[in-house]
Each structure stands twice: as structure tokens, then as C-alpha cells.
């Protein structure tokens, strides 16, 4: 596979992504985006798992894969609930430039250090265009700031959700680069996150353990969707690119989200995407055209395939 076939995955992976608030806000309004966030890992684990054992992805799984995958699991739990905290308390537009803006720039620097791969100047470029973009298009959103104390500890926490993202994605990356392959990576990862969030899920879960709440009922359909969409195929996707782009390329390619979920805002739910919109998407497009453009360069290490 090419840079810009692996690119094209990424890319894919990153629409789908995209799709969650508008899934969210067409499901019932008593979902709460915490317990939502814990059952999507909880839920989805347990299939990219099943999925990868179907495939016999773990017959020859590397022994150093497993410090790898606590690792990775931690970063799981942390980007879930650092981003569902820091959206509540720091507002829309703050906690998800905080969230997604850092998240290239931390992956950058967490690969740096963990594998001694600095990133180029084309991705410095692409994600300075991109995270440009993101703020100026979610700061052209009207009314989503947050205010006072709980703006400045929902921004830190969502800062701790993209160094969560960089961990788990640098993890993977190595995982992979070490023979794991790429399903059998993300169904270890989302298993053992998702065992991290469970207590998360049932403490959030309306009436504990009975579901009771009838919001859980109605939205089984939503909840059903967010789990294997923008969840496993997403991160199925996700992890094929990642066996050919470097995590710090693949973290800012990931900034597509924000651009889909603001035309989906506008197409399907009626959100104005306004002037500053349209320009805050052109710079996130400028940014991800830079790493997206195929490339002679060599793959980091051959894998094995995905089968």
C-alpha cells in the first residue's frame, strides 16, 4: 500500500468520525455524552475484538505488544473522557480546539520521543494550516464558549484528551510496526480501554444496571450506529493507514472531523456555517492536501498484512 492509498484510509476513517455529533443529536435528547462516549469503547472493544479473533489476528501476537496495549488502553479511557469533560465545562468551541488542535502536535511529540521519528517540515506546515483551521472554525460558531473556572479546567482537560489520542495512536503505530497486525491491534486496544471505561459506563448509566431509562431504549438505534460505524469500521480504517503513515501524519489527517461535522451540522441538523466557516474548512483542506499527496518515500518497516 501507497502513502496515498493509506492517506485515502486515514481520510475515510476521519469522515466517519465526523458523523458522531450528528448521530448524537439526532438520537434522544436524555443520551448523556459521557455514557454515550464509555459505551462506544465498552461496546465497540468487544467487537473489533471478536472481529480480529475471527481472523486469527492473534496467533503470533509480539510479546512486546503487551506493555503496549496497558499503555494504549490508558490512552483509550483518557481521550474519551478528557473530551466528553472538557466539551461540558469548557465549551463546544474551546474543548474542541483545545482537544483537536493538540492532538497532532502532542502525537508528533509523543512520537518523537517514544520512536526518535521527528517529524518533517511538511507535516509542521499541514498541521499549522489544520489547526489553524480548526479554530477558526469552531471559534465562527456563535455561543459555544465556556466561562470561569470550569473553562480553564475543562481546556486542561481536554489537552489531557489529546495527549490520551497521541498515546494511544503512537502505541498502535508501534504495535503494528513490531508485526502485530492492524485489526488485531485496535480490537486489543478498544478491549482493554473499554475495560478501563466500564466503571465510567455504570456509573453513568441511568438506573445503574437495570436500563431502565427509557432515552437508552429509544436510542439503542443511535447507540447501535455510533458502535460500529464511527467506531470499528472507523478504526479499522485507521489502523490500515497507520501500517504505512507515521502516527503524527495520521493524527493531523484525523483533523477532517471537525470540517465534516460542521457541513453535516449545516446540511442535516440546519447549523449556519458561516463565512468564518468556509475558511477555517479551506485551511483544514490546504493542510490535510499536504500529507495526503502520494509520496515516493518507503514504508517504516514492512508488517504484516491486514488480511
Partial sequence: MNTGRAALLVLAAAVLFGTTGTAQALGPTGLDPLTVGSARVVLAGAV????????GAFRNVPRASWPLVLIGAVGVAVYQVGFFSGVSMAGVAVGTITALGSCPVWTGLVQWLVTGQRPGGTWLAATG?????????????????????????????????????????????????????SDGTMGLLFAAGGLALLPVLLWRF????????????????????????????????????????????????????????????????????????????????????????????????PVAPAA
Fill in 129 to 181: 494550516l489544520a489547526v489553524a483551521g480548526v479554530g477558526t472554525l469552531v471559534l465562527s460558531s456563535p455561543g459555544t464558549g465556556g466561562s470561569g473556572s470550569d473553562a480553564v479546567l475543562g481546556a486542561v482537560l481536554a489537552l489531557a484528551a489529546g495527549l490520551g489520542y497521541a498515546i494511544y495512536t503512537v502505541c498502535a503505530a508501534k504495535m503494528i510496526s513490531a508485526g502485530q497486525r
Fill in 48 to 55: 473489533l475484538l471478536g472481529l480480529a479473533a475471527l481472523r
Fill in 206 to 301: 441511568p438506573g445503574g444496571l437495570d436500563g431502565g431509562d427509557p432515552a437508552w431504549l429509544s436510542g439503542l438505534g443511535v447507540i447501535g450506529y455510533l458502535v460500529l460505524v464511527p467506531t470499528v469500521l472507523a478504526y479499522l480504517l485507521f489502523g490500515a493507514g497507520l501500517r504505512v503513515l507515521p502516527a503524527a501524519n495520521v493524527a493531523t489527517l484525523n483533523l477532517a472531523e471537525p470540517v465534516v461535522a460542521a457541513l453535516l451540522g449545516e446540511l442535516v441538523l440546519g447549523e449556519p456555517f458561516t463565512g468564518g466557516g468556509v475558511l477555517g474548512a479551506l485551511l483544514v483542506l490546504a493542510g490535510l492536501g499536504l500529507l495526503a499527496l502520494p509520496r515516493k518515500e518507503k514504508r517504516r518497516e
